[in-house]
């Protein structure tokens, strides 16, 4: 009998994250039956190559998406809350957000597959989380069961594709600009990127943090399912393409030593365990880029918390585990047994 196959809508298909989708689509052998992308009136009509063949990108409508059994959504917020409720209503398609739009709403699901699937429950739409929030919490919900979790401490190391595929034209821009000695312009960033670091994404907010950290803290916080987790975050934007890195300090409720830490990361899925410094291998964007899972290293005995605490670094492809690819395993794991 052949496999049942289910059409695919990809919406916002133009951008970074929706080119991805289908190639997770594929890496994964996602069954699908015929591929079908959307984007803006400006972008219709554009023949785009895809693992499926040359697909034609249609205007967006609400009526087409609901013709599919999935929808991935690589929009903005905005576009998202005045579209996505209307496709997954009333039995239309399962729609996976990648925006903010919908993190926070109590009523959506805001899921890492390999965490807390069944949150999902009936719901039609999900929410992906923010792509710094789910490289994080790859490494930080195995050990979160095994030695529990009362603080987390993280700094950022966050790639130009956080921005989207402008992020990245631009800072490859300004890379060149800068070493032919010419003026660097910036207008996805708030200052000039290459051979710089930027300690500001997303807004800021009152309590001094940005817009970008509170979402690592809320989401985290929403994905574990501790509404009271000690989580803060420093986010800093650096001068690499596509893969984000983390430096987290973690305080346990139970004794925890380097080894017994390697070892429960070592079985979890979506990890690697990238861990020999002596071999000089540890965590790098560059190693990272492109790949499916997590790298998680530098595991060590924390000097502040001691006994209870440990310092580790982790690097994740952000257009892949911080989006797409999570986008793709949530609609993997609610397809029919």
Not at 44 to 53: E, N, R
Not at 69 to 75: D, E, G, H, N, Q
Not at 234 to 252: C, F
């Amino acid at each position: 009998m052949a496999e049942k196959t289910y059409d695919i809508a990809v919406v916002g298909a133009t951008g970074a994250v929706g080119v991805e989708v289908c190639t997770c689509l594929k890496d994964r052998n996602f069954p699908v039956g015929k591929l079908r992308l959307f984007a803006s009136e400006r972008s219709a009509g554009k023949v785009m190559t895809t693992p499926y063949g040359d697909v034609t990108v249609e205007v967006f409508s609400v009526e087409s998406v609901r013709e599919c059994a999935f929808a991935f959504l690589a929009v903005s917020g905005t576009f998202a809350t005045a579209n996505a409720p209307a496709m997954a209503a009333d039995g239309g398609p399962i729609v996976i957000d990648n925006s903010s739009a919908f993190r926070m709403n109590e009523a959506v699901p805001l899921v890492v597959p390999e965490i807390n699937i069944e949150a999902v429950k009936d719901s039609r739409l999900i929410a992906n989380p923010n792509c710094t929030t789910a490289i994080g919490a790859m490494a930080l919900y195995p050990l979160h069961q095994a030695f529990g979790l009362k603080k987390v401490i993280m700094s950022s190391y966050q790639a130009a594709s956080g921005a989207g595929a402008e992020g990245m034209e631009e800072l490859q821009a300004g890379c060149r600009d800068m070493l032919d000695g010419k003026a660097v312009d910036n207008k996805v960033f708030a200052h000039p990127l290459p051979f710089n670091v930027i300690p500001h994404i997303d807004v800021f907010l009152d309590n001094g943090y940005t817009k970008e950290e509170m979402k690592v803290t809320l989401e985290t916080r929403k994905i574990f399912g501790v509404p009271d987790l000690a989580v803060s975050c420093t986010a800093v934007r650096i001068p690499t393409l596509r893969a984000h890195s983390e430096a987290i300090t973690i305080e346990t409720e139970k004794a925890v030593t380097p080894d017994a830490a390697r070892e429960v990361l070592r079985a979890a899925p979506g990890v690697r365990v990238v861990d020999s410094p002596e071999d000089n291998v540890y965590p790098m964007p560059i190693t990272a880029t492109r790949a499916h899972d997590v790298e998680v290293g530098r595991v060590r005995q924390s000097l502040i918390f001691g006994d209870q605490g440990l310092d580790l670094f982790v690097s994740g492809d952000q257009l892949l585990r911080g989006a797409a690819l999570n986008a793709v395993l949530i609609a993997e794991k609610l397809l029919p047994k």
